[in-house]
Every structure is written in structure tokens, then in C-alpha cells.
């Protein structure tokens, strides 16, 4: 058994706490586990300069982790994010772009933060769960403050984390089994069944397709557990 008596295709759990940042135009604090990230969303009534005039609008992201967030303390990166930090948020930027029509929002920029408090496995997966949900809530208030005349098709998105660990496939990872896995995985879906991106890494040698399927198919279970919070 895993940590917490957990069998290989369970997730951890899952919790939400609405409005953790009232000064964002939504904000929820995410917990999947021990990981907590808190993904707020700030409205920017511009677009980047290569979206002037061409009337549709953005979604980007940053991503950090809060000094103690980790067992000893990270420093804060005051000269720019690192190359961990830029990657990730691109990810996360990436996958809530397939959210909606970036022509429905207008002109403007929705700039999602996600702060980790407490990393223990899957940040950036909790990340882009979090910050589809809070995306979702800033188009539904756009339409109510009549910034948009109506609510655009919004696409579910979630992600999760998936490995094998001793040679087995296991669902939503923490970061003991993280740092031990043979192999670490990603995976981004909407919520129609497609893929949005697949992340998967060999730690120690290369793995077969049948392995990498059986991850997939876990990650497809465990997203749509996920996805129910779309309900």
C-alpha cells in the first residue's frame, strides 16, 4: 500500500477553498494531498503587444514557490523566474488557452497566479486544475458585469500526475514516490477526452509503450474524477 493506505489508482484528497484572495476577480486555494496552491486570477484590460488590434484576448500564467513551501527554504527568485518556474508556467499557460475562443473575451488579458504553499507532489498539475476552475468563474463575472455580452463555450480542463514506482503504474504521485519513480508523467486533458499535453520522463532506463498506455489510462481515470468538480 501507498501513503495513507493508498491503492495505485487512487487519488489523493481532493479540496477547494473559494475566495482565498479577495482582492483577485476569483481565487481559490487548491489542495490535492499535502500540495496547496493558490491560483488567483487577475483581470488586464490589454492584450501583449502582438495581440493589439486583432480582437481577441489572452490567457497567460505565473507560477512560484513560497519560500517554505518545501522542507528547507526556497529563495524567493527576485531576478526572474527560474528555468523550472518558466516551464511550468508556460504549461500551465498552454493548457488554459484550450479553455475557450480567445476572440469571445475581448480585448484583455486574464492573468492567472499560482503560488505554492505547500509542495508535496504535482504542483503544476494542481496548478492548471485550480486555475481552469478560477478562469471559469472570471468568464462567468464578465458576462455579469456585461463586459462580454454572453458566456463563451468553456472546455473543461484538469491534470494530474501518474508514474511507476517499483514497476508499478500509480496514480497521483506525492513527492516520495515523486523522487523514487522509474518513471514521472503529466498529463493535461479536456474534458471531451482529448489530450491537451503529455509529459512523461524514464529515470532510470526506457520504458515500453504498454507502460506508458497503462499510465495513461490511470490519468484519464484520475482526471475525470477531477473533472467532476466541473458539475
Known amino acids: 500500500m501507498r501513503n495513507n493506505d493508498r491503492g495505485a489508482d487512487r487519488m489523493r ?19 490535492m494531498g499535502g500540495t496547496q496552491v493558490i491560483c488567483a486570477v487577475t483581470v488586464e484590460e490589454v492584450v501583449p ?30 531576478q526572474g523566474p527560474s528555468g523550472r518556474s518558466s516551464e511550468i508556467q508556460r504549461l500551465i ?19 492567472v497566479d ?30 455579469r458585469d456585461g463586459k462580454i455580452p454572453e458566456l463563451p463555450l468553456i472546455t473543461p480542463v484538469a491534470a494530474v500526475s501518474v508514474g511507476i514506482i517499483g514497476g508499478k503504474p500509480c496514480l497521483d504521485l506525492d513527492y516520495s514516490e515523486d523522487s ?5 508523467a503529466n498529463f493535461v486533458m479536456a474534458g471531451n477526452g482529448r489530450w491537451i499535453e503529455i509529459q512523461a520522463t524514464a529515470e532510470g532506463r ?17 482526471i475525470r474524477e477531477l473533472l467532476k468538480l466541473w458539475e
Open 13 to 31: 484528497e481532493l479540496s477547494l477553498r473559494w475566495g482565498i484572495q479577495p482582492g483577485a476577480a476569483s481565487s481559490l486555494l487548491i489542495g
Open 206 to 222: 526506457p520504458f515500453e509503450e504498454e507502460s506508458f498506455r497503462e499510465l495513461q489510462s490511470l490519468a484519464k481515470k484520475g
Open 114 to 143: 499560482c503560488d505554492v504553499l505547500n509542495a508535496d507532489g504535482g504542483t503544476r498539475t494542481a496548478s492548471i486544475t485550480g486555475g481552469a476552475l478560477v478562469i471559469r468563474d472570471v468568464l462567468r463575472k464578465l458576462v
Open 180 to 184: 523514487a519513480a522509474e518513471v514521472d
Open 93 to 111: 499557460g498552454r493548457s488554459l488557452r484550450m479553455m475557450v475562443d480567445l476572440r469571445a473575451i475581448g480585448e484583455r488579458t486574464l492573468r
Open 49 to 78: 503587444p502582438f495581440l493589439k488590434d486583432k480582437g481577441q484576448g489572452w490567457i497567460t500564467a505565473e507560477y512560484a514557490m513560497l519560500p517554505c513551501a518545501t522542507s528547507g527554504r526556497n529563495r524567493r527568485e527576485q
